[in-house]
T-cell receptor
Framework: DTAVSQTPKYLVTQMGNDKSIKCEQN?????MYWYKQDSKKFLKIMFS???????INETVPNRFSPKSPDKAHLNLHINSLELGDSAVYFC???????????????FGSGTQLSVL | DAKTTQPTSMDCAEGRAANLPCNHS???????VYWYRQIHSQGPQYIIH???NNETNEMASLIITEDRKSSTLILPHATLRDTAVYYC????????????FGDGTTLTVKP
């Protein structure tokens, strides 16, 4: 079984559309994350949830809205898609919040979003 | 957050040890050094982490200098499947995820 799974793997859409990416983890972890990897391959944190509570919200346009129905799921909804949103989005999870900096991140396989 | 500096790319012959350096001169005393790798089109994969002491697991060894300002990831017997981008990151004491993965080192293992 895949530990962190996200769907879809590829998403091609027109500018202005609204789309969602789903993520699920079966590791029993408390914390989930969304990362964005741009064309230069920088991987940057966007959001983090711990037990359904938002704990990290980096400088991300409010067109991006994460939703965590339970601690095993963290979905990413994007409104009014723009060309610059094209990137690979990775979901990840960790056991805790890394309060002692001793946490491993487990990543999904990524969703390649292409906005035309 | 402490920044890290890594060489852009490295080559290694198959079967030989691959030594990947990382500078983190502004690391704080309670920050951990983590290594991940990203094989093309996949999500990053955890390799190893450490605080002060050298660490070894089934994948690699991590050597951290005494002043903690730099570290080296060692893949003892590199294979073609180890070709990937290797990221060295420093984790702040609160929240493991709040780290940006930088450029990393593209390791190419050649036959």
């Amino acid at each position: 079984d895949t530990a962190v799974s996200q769907t879809p793997k590829y998403l091609v859409t027109q500018m202005g559309n609204d789309k969602s990416i789903k993520c699920e983890q079966n590791l029993g972890h408390d914390t989930m994350y969304w990362y964005k990897q741009d064309s230069k391959k920088f991987l940057k944190i966007m959001f983090s949830y711990n037990n359904k509570e938002l704990i990290i919200n980096e400088t991300v346009p409010n067109r991006f809205s994460p939703k965590s129905p339970d601690k095993a799921h963290l979905n990413l909804h994007i409104n009014s898609l723009e060309l610059g949103d094209s990137a690979v989005y990775f979901c990840a999870s960790s056991q805790g919040q890394g309060a002692v900096g001793n946490e491993k991140l487990f990543f999904g396989s990524g969703t390649q979003l292409s906005v035309l | 957050d402490a920044k890290t500096t890594q060489p852009t790319s490295m080559d290694c012959a198959e079967g030989r040890a691959a030594n990947l350096p990382c500078n983190h001169s502004t690391i704080s005393g309670n920050e951990y050094v983590y290594w991940y790798r990203q094989i093309h089109s996949q999500g990053p994969q955890y390799i190893i982490h450490g605080l002060k002491n050298n660490e070894t697991n089934e994948m690699a060894s991590l050597i951290i200098t005494e002043d903690r300002k730099s570290s080296t990831l060692i893949l003892p017997h590199a294979t073609l499947r180890d070709t990937a981008v290797y990221y060295c990151i420093v984790i702040p004491p609160t929240n493991a995820g709040k780290s940006t993965f930088g450029d990393g080192t593209t390791l190419t293992v050649k036959p």
